[in-house]
Structure formats: structure tokens, C-alpha cells
């Protein structure tokens, strides 16, 4: 009987974590434009304070999705790291790229990198625009 009670209060702990959900790439579909999500070096998720996630397939969906949030206050903002399909790093911290050169699920051309070497790395293969966070959100008009 303990262990049945230890089971159930670990499986109730981990489903109120306010932390990063999985995205199911294939299955999970885009809050925002309802495509299915694939692109591991595209897509983004918002996480509440409540701990609801919301999963974007594109970079540019999470942020069109901002300019109309209704939703509850966001614990986290989160973008997938370009240089490692299917990892999402912190998007005030990331470092962003626009690109003709690289698509994206949306056609904005935009990218994110955890850190603005990685970025670079890549800016010395392709042009484009670099951006950080806040110019980003001016970029797509989010307050």
C-alpha cells in the first residue's frame, strides 16, 4: 500500500511541475496555427505559472500567439536550440537569427541559438539579421 501511495503522490508532483513539457514531435499539434509539430529546430512552448504548457511549431507562432495572450502569466518562454534539434533553451536568453537562407514551419526564415556563439557560427554560413529577445518581441510587435 505504500508503495501504491508513494506512486501516486510522485505521479501527482510531476503533472502539477510548472517545468518544460515534452513535445511529441508528429503528434502534438501547434496551439497557435494547428499544423502538427515536426521541425525539432523550429519549434517553441510557453509554460504557465499554473503549469498548462503551450506548444508552437515555429518560433513565429509563439510570438503571433502573444500579441492577442489571453492566457494565464508565463512561467516560461522556450525556444528549440537550431545547433541541437529537439532541445528548447530559454528565449530571453537565446540568441536569433532571420534567414532567407534557413526556413522555418511559418516562412518568417526565423531561428533561434542558445547562445549567441552558436548563432554566429552559423551567421558566418548564411546572412541574415541578428536579434536578441527584446528586439525580437519589437520585431513582432509583443509587448
Keep these: 500500500m505504500r508503495l501504491i501511495n508513494a506512486m501516486l503522490l510522485s505521479l501527482f508532483v510531476l503533472s502539477c511541475s510548472t517545468g518544460p513539457k515534452p513535445i511529441y514531435y508528429g503528434q502534438d499539434a501547434c496551439v497557435f496555427c494547428k499544423m502538427t509539430i515536426v521541425d525539432k529546430q523550429h519549434a517553441a512552448q510557453l509554460v504557465t505559472k499554473t503549469g498548462k504548457a503551450f506548444k508552437y511549431d515555429a518560433i513565429e507562432c509563439m510570438l503571433n500567439d502573444l500579441k492577442e495572450w489571453e492566457h494565464p502569466e508565463v512561467?516560461?518562454?522556450?525556444?528549440?536550440?537550431?545547433?541541437?534539434?529537439g532541445v528548447l533553451t530559454d528565449a530571453s536568453g537565446a540568441a536569433y537569427l532571420i534567414s532567407q537562407e534557413i526556413p522555418s514551419p511559418m516562412g518568417e526564415f526565423l531561428t533561434a541559438f542558445e547562445s549567441e556563439d552558436k548563432r554566429n557560427e552559423t551567421v558566418q554560413d548564411v546572412s541574415g539579421t541578428a536579434l536578441d529577445w527584446k528586439a525580437l518581441k519589437v520585431e513582432f510587435e509583443v509587448n
Excluded: R
Design 75 to 85: 512561467q516560461h518562454y522556450l525556444v528549440a536550440d537550431y545547433a541541437n534539434p
